[in-house]
Nanobody, 115 residues
Framework: QVQLVESGGGLVQPGGSLRLSCAPT????????RAWYRQAPGKQRELVAL???????IYIDSVVGRFTISRDNANDTMFLQMNSLKHEDTAVYYC?????????WGQGTQVTVSS
């Protein structure tokens, strides 16, 4: 069974940066589009950034210009570089395919933006 392992979260001050990583236990991203999702307290999980197999990127409006999704094909690893973080970016961040697969949800990584 494939597992997706997210890492890189933490506590950061507003304006700071974090880089999230996502490593699958089996190579899956060569055949699926991939995405980062997040779920803030009391809110539904939302897609934040998407990276297609062909290399196209799509972001939600609130993170455009601040977040960058990328990949390392050699390791089938995915990243999310987050700059200029804001309080409203506080959430648990998850990686998955796009559209998501229910059996691929991992534990996520907590990102807390606070002064």
């Amino acid at each position: 069974q494939v597992q997706l392992v997210e890492s890189g979260g933490g506590l950061v001050q507003p304006g700071g940066s974090l880089r999230l990583s996502c490593a699958p236990t089996a190579s899956i991203f060569s055949i699926y589009d991939r995405a980062w999702y997040r779920q803030a307290p009391g809110k539904q999980r939302e897609l934040v950034a998407l990276l297609t197999i062909g290399g196209r990127t799509i972001y939600i409006d609130s993170v455009v210009g601040r977040f960058t999704i990328s990949r390392d094909n050699a390791n089938d690893t995915m990243f999310l570089q987050m700059n200029s973080l804001k309080h409203e970016d506080t959430a648990v961040y998850y990686c998955n395919t796009a559209p998501e697969r229910a059996d691929y949800w991992g534990q996520g990584t907590q990102v807390t933006v606070s002064s």
